[in-house]
């Protein structure tokens, strides 16, 4: 049974430090992994999708990485602006339905 | 905006009252799954339709029940409601989930039961 979990639960920074969310999952034979932000009270946004044949993704000044063999991917983020604010899920996909999505990491980005 | 509209946005019932959420997926997708997201956690997979037929159910009872109809808009209905439904729950569509293509979220529907 996959299960997801993501370090820290909860990230503090100040303006313009550059952070790594990480995401770790216990089967490997995912077919990809989808990185999500989600503001308070609000729906999920997608963020980055990384296919198993793919170790990274990039998209502004967000990198997503995949590393199979040992169960994890990490979300880069570069520059960090107070709108960065929110939680940060990660979702593994291991094919048919199945969607499993970590609890999430909570960050605030201080100005 | 990911084109997938959920309705009501709010909503408070009863225990033990029935309720039917709403789903209108993206132009093009042909598969809905429903999520519950209590607080401070991270959605949990209710179950999928694909084509009108449910393909994949997570670990929810009966009473939690869809629809997907021929333009591929859904409902969630839950019967016998509890406390601990109280919830925000998320459509999400696709285009053949089963292909591993990228899920669209929508804004949710906050279910509160007292």
Known sequence: KQEVTQIPAALSVPEGENLVLNCSFTDSAIYNLQWFRQDPGKGLTSLLLIQSSQREQTSGRLNASLDKSSGRSTLYIAASQPGDSATYLCASFTGGFKTIFGAGTRLFVKA | ?114
């Open chain 2, 1 to 114: 905006e990911t084109g997938v509209t959920q309705s009501p946005t709010h909503l408070i019932k009863t225990r033990g009252q029935q309720v039917t959420l709403r789903c209108s997926s993206q132009s093009g997708h042909n598969t809905v799954s429903w999520y519950q997201q209590a607080l401070g956690q991270g959605p949990q997979f209710i179950f999928q339709y694909y084509r009108e037929e449910e393909n994949g159910r997570g670990n929810f009872p009966p009473r939690f029940s869809g629809l997907q109809f021929p333009n591929y808009s859904s409902e969630l209905n839950v019967n016998a409601l509890e406390l601990d439904d109280s919830a925000l729950y998320l459509c999400a569509s696709s285009l053949q989930r089963s292909s591993g293509n990228t899920i669209y979220f929508g804004e949710g529907s906050w279910l509160t039961v007292v």
